[in-house]
């Protein structure tokens, strides 16, 4: 017998506001043209003024929790993955606590950006494994819109806001690859790499916030080969192989380096979940918005086998195979 954390229930949250490549084309010298060749993105959400990732984080964990059937006060802990937090301190994770009106139990965040979501599900998954929790809501949330430079094109382009949560309750497992639930979690970081994908600011260096730096090419060239890596790295474990996956659901930066990893997996491209196109790159949230819109549309069915995989600044990189 091994614990088991299954999802239980998925939920997301995406700003109203709907920014195009055309329109982001007027103030910076792009195009819609470019933008869809080099990323596959054509839209992306932005927060409304006001609106901040603990305001998207709380509409994401109350669809979740709706979704799962799961009350408040069942909840032992929040892990709550981004890179765009309200404040320097406290963690956004507690202030969605105190907005869903949790008052027991414990909250925090995690700071992996883009990889930020796998990385929260594994703490999440240990957690639950050691016994220390039961009911676990695993969020990821972004406003990256705040952090952009808008006159840079490099990077103005392919980021969006938003946030997707999922609830993982304990469950007793037969500790083999057809149970329900993580059946293991793969995290790697090298700082070495930190030049090439960073935020120029922060409290200890600069007192200001910073605006997103990236080294494009460099990171596209990484980030294929570690996925790969980690995605093999991911089936090797359980004993599994591509053939067993049914559904691949990669973080959501470049429709090129997605197409990739599914193609080094052997995968009909239909068992892909691409969301990119609408949502651009989400950072921490992009995981759990693309799983959840699988789920509601009927896509991803119980008991289907799961792959979760991402990339970010750091470098960190991961992946997660969950028996839905
Ligand atoms: O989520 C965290 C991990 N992040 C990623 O995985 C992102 C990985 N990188 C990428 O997705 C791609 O490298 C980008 C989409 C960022 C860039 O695509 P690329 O094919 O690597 O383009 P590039 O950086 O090599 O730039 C090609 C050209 C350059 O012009 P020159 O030097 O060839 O004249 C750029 O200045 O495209 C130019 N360019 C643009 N043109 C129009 C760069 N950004 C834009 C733009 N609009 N927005």
Redesign the pocket.
């Known amino acids: 017998m091994v614990m088991r954390s299954v999802i239980v229930g998925c939920g997301s949250y995406l700003p109203a506001r709907i920014v195009t490549n055309d329109e982001l084309a007027r103030t910076v010298d792009?195009?819609d043209e470019?933008?869809t060749q080099?990323?596959g993105i054509r839209s992306r959400h932005i927060a409304a003024e006001g609106e901040k990732t603990s305001d998207l984080a709380l509409k994401a964990a109350q669809a979740a929790l709706a979704h799962g059937g799961v009350a408040v006060d069942e909840v032992d802990l929040i892990v709550l993955a981004t890179a765009t937090p309200d404040q320097t301190f406290p963690a956004t994770a507690a202030k969605v606590q105190a907005a869903l009106g949790m008052t027991r139990g414990a909250a925090f965040d995690v700071q992996a950006v883009?990889s930020g979501f796998i990385y929260a599900l594994s703490v999440a998954d240990n957690f639950i494994k050691a016994g220390q929790a039961r009911t676990v809501l695993v969020i990821g949330a972004e406003t990256f819109s705040r952090i952009l430079d808008w006159t840079d094109?490099?990077t103005c382009?392919?980021f969006g806001d938003g946030a997707g949560a999922v609830v993982l309750r304990a469950e007793e497992g037969q500790g083999t690859s057809e149970d329900r639930g993580i059946l293991s979690t793969h995290l790697h970081s090298d700082g070495r790499h930190h030049d090439l994908?960073y935020v120029d600011g922060g409290p200890s260096s600069t007192q200001t916030v910073g605006h997103v730096r990236m080294a494009?090419?460099e990171?596209?060239k990484h980030?294929v080969v570690n996925l790969a890596e980690v995605v093999g790295e991911a089936l090797a474990a359980n004993g599994l192989t591509p053939g067993d996956l049914d559904w691949l659901v990669p973080?959501q930066?470049?429709r090129r380096?997605i197409e990739s990893t599914g193609r080094k997996l052997k995968l009909d491209p239909s068992r892909v979940v691409m969301t990119v196109d609408h949502h651009g790159?989400t950072?921490a949230a992009s995981i759990p918005l693309a799983l959840c819109e699988a789920v509601t549309d009927g896509r991803i069915q119980r008991g289907e086998l799961v792959l979760l995989e991402a990339?970010?600044?750091g470098f960190t990189w991961g992946a997660a195979l969950v028996r839905f």
């Open positions: 792009t195009s470019w933008i080099r990323t883009c094109r490099t382009v392919l994908l494009g090419q990171v596209f980030a973080h930066a470049n380096i790159n950072s990339m970010g600044g």
